[in-house]
């Protein structure tokens, strides 16, 4: 029988980090709040990831196009697609990997 995990027992400061080879799943995720101005550099993965905008609004650069991104909606980036994201206020999101465990590559920000 599966043992149910608290979000609050996930390790991270501001995000619950739940790797799915720790619990015996296919799928990893996070589940994030964070401050306004703060989020991930520039980054990739080898797989698509899902986020889910739970509350507030956050800019993400997907491919060097700016998206806004508000609570209630979902964007899937493709993998591989350079991407990140800047939280505005109150922003909550939940991303859903479809592998077992993460894997994220920085990728140099071009010079403005």
Avoid: W
């Avoid at 043992?3 to 799943?25: C, K, M, Q, W, Y």
């Avoid at 905008?53 to 697609?81: N, R, S």
Wanted: cysteine-free.
């Amino acid at each position: 029988m599966p043992t149910p995990i608290e979000v609050s027992d996930l390790p991270g400061n501001l995000i619950g980090r739940f790797e799915g080879r720790e619990h015996g799943a296919t799928v990893s995720f996070f589940i994030g709040t964070f401050k306004a101005g703060t989020g991930p550099r520039l980054h990739i993965h080898p797989y698509d990831e899902t986020f889910i905008v739970e509350a507030g609004t956050a800019t993400f650069t997907v491919a060097g196009e700016m998206l806004e991104l508000t609570a209630g909606q979902i964007a899937v980036v493709p993998a591989g697609t350079p991407h990140k994201f800047v939280a505005g206020e109150g922003f909550r999101l939940v991303a859903i990997l479809p592998s077992d465990h993460m894997q994220q590559d920085s990728v140099d920000e071009p010079v403005a």
